[in-house]
């Protein structure tokens, strides 16, 4: 699911791709899409983007003299689980392109394309950061390292640290994957209580003796968890690919699932937090634990690890039928629940709400010894996952 560092990346490539486009028309959007259409029409305008967390914005700047006569738009995309950006030809756009910004004539025409197969992101024309998000952990460091020890008296920081670190109103950027890679790297227990990891913080003071470099030196040696929240996202973006641009294939995913130290990598432990929100550790959970709750190691080394959030979330055994109960019954194969849904900031907004499968009675037919396949619905109805509470 797409964190801070991949919505930079793609308002990188959209800086990129775009610098030398000029765009026309007015701007297209799907028939399915629930978003809201974009007013805006213009002979000749330039895009550009820039990121704030978990949000981009896209800016459509007409040119002098472009007619009729526009203001420059601001557009604020939410990426869901599934939003990216893709440049394609105009004849051969690519599937769920659901808004789409033309190249005017006579070059051959292309389409930039928010392209988004599961429907979660949201686009909001008003071109607003959404209110109550913090400062970016990405972009914005020192802003957001004090917003965070500023606050500690705010009751999300009674919660376990892995739920406090999904709270956008502190850290504006950090999803599941960012969350577990981060605590691992401190052998923080995830249901440590939030405030007690963090209230340390606010007595800390480097040593004024210290020289610039020697500073550095003993923050990269010793990062403390607010300063991996910004460099942990850093080694994401770094890495660069992440399926924007032309390369957009499995192969671009192989150096992030190598990174992986902790995030659906086999021998960690898995619990689900109170959200119902998978979050992978190793050794003790801490004492925050939700009650009942089992830890499951991840065994397999057969699937490969990475962003598919289908990978966090197994069926339970006694739910999950094997190959042979399956072929038996000749029914195809259940597509895995998704996350909940998070109705306010002080979630990770971008979760889904998890969609409840009610067992299905099979029907046989009154003179066929064959069991009648069940048909499989694919297409995940459209959601609010966005919250503008912050409460």
Sequence with gaps: MPEGPELHLASLF?????????????VE???????????????AYRISATSRGKELRLILSPEPGAQPPQDPLAIIFRFGMSGSFQLAPGDALPRHAHLRFYTA???PRLALCFVDIRRFGR?????????????????????????????????????????????????????????????HRLRIPPFEKARTVLKALQQH?????????????????????LELCHSVPKEVVQLGGKGYGPENGEEDFAAFRAWLRCY????????????????????????LAPKGGKSRKKKSKKTPSGLK????????PSKAPSKARRAKRDIPKQPRAQEPEQSSLQQDPEAPTALKMGKRRRKRPATSGRHRAQKTRTDTPSLEPEGTSVS
């Design 205 to 225: 003071r480097p040593n004024p003796e210290l020289t610039l470099s020697q500073k550095i030196k003993a923050k990269l040696q010793n990062p403390d968890l």
């Design 264 to 287: 659906g990598v086999s021998g960690m432990n898995s619990l689900q937090d109170r959200h119902g929100r998978t979050i992978w550790f190793q050794g003790d959970p801490g004492p």
């Design 105 to 107: 004539p006579p070059a």
């Design 14 to 26: 959209v800086n990129e791709t775009c610098k030398e486009l000029m765009f026309g028309g007015c």
């Design 123 to 183: 686009w909001d024309p008003g071109g607003e950061w959404q209110p109550g998000r913090g400062p970016c952990v990405l972009l914005e460091y020192e802003q957001f390292r004090e917003n965070v020890l500023r606050n500690l008296a705010d009751k999300v920081f009674d919660r376990p640290i892995c739920e406090a670190l999904l709270d956008q109103r502190f850290f504006n950027g950090i999803g599941n994957y960012l969350r577990a890679e981060i605590l």
């Design 29 to 43: 959007k799907s028939s399915v899409s629930r978003n809201p259409e974009v007013p805006f029409e213009s002979s």
């Design 309 to 316: 959030d289908r990978e966090e979330d197994p069926l339970p």
